[in-house]
């Protein structure tokens, strides 16, 4: 027990110590926010790239909405379009309404039965009232989502008042996973790390401890009458000059 106390209380468990610390507190600065800046700019981008399709989008929605013709005659190019669109894996779902809030398309195949029926989400009403673009984060089970709900400039923008709304929910939740993942990869990259600088300030702290351990075992024996000893020598730096000096 004694001897436990003693190892813990030596220069060789101290200097260990301090440099582990100061490593493994600078890497979670680091790692937290290099996965802060990182979340960030993925989810950031993947806005981007929504909004860059929505806009695509808008150019070819535009025209329609602008038509002198029948809502069953808009809704069935809409239609046509919104099939056509490439959504990729993102996009989860893309509705076209009118100003008043009434659905002319969507892209979810399962959802046609809304078509020509008026939303009752609240974003859309609010876009119907302000006319400005709504956008927010939501969850659903353990997924999350974007959506984005914007208003359609008619294709003259200094002519009035937008011809449409255009609604966008996409999953998000794969950029999350992406960063999950990125930051499991950079945590096993930290403890490797730990591991080696573990090893190496072992090795550093036996080479300062051990001479300086042998020169007070020899100093001890010398305050008992014993001068027959030696002092081995590690090297030449300052401990090693130490050893030699008379």
Known sequence: MKT??????????????LFILLLVISLQLIVANFLTQLESQMVSNFQEQIQLQVGFLKNNVQPILAKD???????????????DYPTGNSIVEIRIMDMQGYILGTTNQTQQSVVGTRSTEADVQQVVVSNTVQSYNF??????????VSPIDPVN???GNPVGIISVTSNIESRYTQVKDIGVIFISSSIFVIILAIVITVMISQGITRPIA???????????GNYTGEVMIYG???????????
């Not at 969850?139 to 984005?148: D, F, I, L, S």
């Not at 042998?214 to 008992?224: D, G, R, V």
């Open 236 to 246: 030449d730096d300052e401990l090693g000059q130490l050893g030699t000096s008379d």
């Open 139 to 148: 969850t659903e089970g353990e997924t999350r989502y974007w959506k984005y």
């Open 4 to 17: 436990m106390k003693r190892f813990f209380r030596s220069i060789q468990f101290k200097i260990p110590m």
């Open 214 to 224: 042998e020169m007070k075992q020899q100093t001890e024996q010398i305050a008992e």
């Open 69 to 83: 013709a029948t809502d069953e005659a808009k809704m069935a190019e809409i239609s046509q379009l919104l099939q």
């Open 157 to 159: 923008t200094a002519s």
